[in-house]
């Protein structure tokens, strides 16, 4: 049974498939605000991307967590690799399932842009700054415009401390 994950509609139908938590639901829609933030101003730059791909994947980075429900609201990487298995036991996209693990293991995987981008959000949301990852994506947002990382360091990372600046308010939104 082959998944076609085109849309964002899909990934949501599959998580109430899944009999995905509430709390599960509430988290991808709040990275998926912070994603917003950063797909437009990358957007604005002039910046391509497969956006698709990244709302698609932000949905579905942490599916594993219907298995490992206490990683829900606790650490844990179970649900990383949980994840991938059962995106790929679907069928969906392997590009798709990758960023189950890639979204927490950026720093230990050749990522793409999409990839690092996904894992972006995932921290700003809630108002974690990471800086080697916000470079990582500064500097594949400069090669894609053949200019130096400080020509755009200074917009993206206004960009991300805007996004990192709403992430109180976010994580008051996830325990509702």
Known sequence: MKKNI????????????????????????????????????????????????????IILHDIGKIIHISELNAPGHCHEEEGEKILLKLGVDTRIARCCLSHANYNKMICSTEELIVALADKLWKGKRDETLELMVIDEAAKELGRKRWDIYMDLDECFECVAAKGHERLSRSFK
């Open 6 to 57: 085109v849309s964002v509609d899909d990934a949501f139908n599959l998580l109430k498939e899944l009999n995905a938590p509430v709390h599960l639901i509430t988290h991808v829609k709040l990275v998926s605000e912070a994603a917003e933030e950063i797909t437009e101003k990358l957007s604005n730059l002039g910046i391509s991307l497969d956006y698709d791909f990244i709302r698609i994947s």
